[in-house]
Each structure stands twice: as structure tokens, then as C-alpha cells.
């Protein structure tokens, strides 16, 4: 488990990856950069890659059945970013595998479990617990990522939110039932900045449904937006 500075995921406190690596492979993953390189030797030496999935790649899923109990180590109440280095619902991550980290996620239920991913049909079949928040990244305006967002309100889970990172293009519409947004631009080698007037257009739309927005360090805006989505525990949306 790690504090998030490593990776610069403000909007959580704690990375914990009992599962690593995906087999879609976007051009600015930096998950991937970073299994095919300072992290490379480690991630070969566990040999638990996904069934079907090349074991000498160091970005095929695995899992690291060890680290399952980490987030119990932890006494205070924390936000813990779940697999921010892969996507625990892709395809060829075994059924078993899910199920292992959503009951630990459960079973520390003073912490609250953010997921992320690109799969959210996949992540229907699921039964998420109270203390669990699930997302989808959302990066442009291709009907295939914007599918993501529609697809996600099937998800049931205490609040639903979208990343815009890497905001890639102009975002025609945020869904009226979002609990939160986070934007955020691409990072890394050859790394492109997002025209202002799409995160202008995402903000104020927010703003004009009350869904509360995060604004990532990476943007360079000239307004912090640091706002957290409400719970049904405080009295808002879920």
C-alpha cells in the first residue's frame, strides 16, 4: 500500500493494488510505463498472471493474494484507491480474484474503497458494499467512452463519479445522476494539455447540477477545486 504522492492521486489517500495489470493497453497509461519499467522486475518475479495472459509481460494481470490484508494495518479511517496500477474488472482477471479484494474491501469497512474503471459492464455483476465508491474514466468524446458513463448508472454503489483524466476533447454532458467528477489532464512523455474551454465546460455544468468537482494539480488551473461528493451518510446522493 502506498501514500499517493508516489503516483500524484490527490483525490485519495492510499493506493493498495492487490491486483496489477490490464491487457487494454491506452497510449498514455502510466501503469503500464511503469510495469514496463522501474517496476518491471518486480512485477515479473510474481508469477500469478491471469490465466491466458503472457506470463513475461510485466503489465498481464496478477495477484498478490499477500496484500489483501493491508488496508486491515491501517486504523484510520482512510480513502483507498483500489488497483490504480490495473483494472481489476478486465476480462481476463479471474472471477475469484474480484471477489477476494471486494470481501477484504467489505471486512475493512472503516475505510472507504475507491474503484476506477474502464469495464463498467463488468462491474454490474457485482454487489459493492456501503463503504465502496465506483467510477469510470471518461477520457474524450468517442461513443465507446462516453458509453462508459451510461453504463455506470446499472453499477450500484454508495456514490458513482467520472474521472476526465486525461481530458482529451470537449465533453458534451455530465449525467444528472453523478455524485462527483474528477478532472485531470494526460501526464508523461509527450504529455498534451487540455484546452481550458473543455474543463470550463465541464466545470460549469457541475456547477449547475451541484455535482461537486476535483480539479487535479496537473491542470495548472488557476482555481482550486477540491470538493468531495456527499454520501447518503451525510445526507446527499448514493
Partial sequence: MNKTSIESIEWTDLTWNPVTGCTKRCAYCYANRLAQGRLRKLYLANPSAAPGCDPDDPFSPRF????????????????????SMGEIFDPSVPWEWKEEVLTAAC????????????????????????????GVTVENNHPSSLARSSELNHVQSL????????????IPAIPHWLDWIIIGAMTGPGATKPNP?????????????HIPVFL??????????????K????????
Wanted: proline share 7%.
Fill in 64 to 83: 498478490w493474494r499477500e496484500r489483501l490484508d493491508e488496508p486491515f494495518s491501517i486504523k484510520t479511517p482512510s480513502k483507498i484507491f483500489v488497483c
Fill in 159 to 170: 456514490v458513482r463519479f467520472i474521472s476526465y483524466e486525461p481530458l482529451l476533447s470537449h
Fill in 107 to 134: 471486512e475493512a469497512d472503516w475505510h472507504t474503497f475507491q474503484f476506477l474503471t474502464k469495464q463498467p459492464h463488468r462491474a454490474t455483476a457485482f454487489s459493492f458494499p456501503r463503504n465502496a465508491w465506483v
Fill in 216 to 229: 487535479k494539480d496537473n491542470l495548472h488551473w488557476p482555481e482550486v477545486r477540491r470538493e468531495w461528493p
Fill in 231 to 238: 454520501t447518503r451518510k451525510d445526507g446527499g446522493a448514493g
Fill in 197 to 209: 474551454e473543455w474543463v470550463q465546460n465541464l466545470i460549469d455544468i457541475a456547477d449547475n447540477m
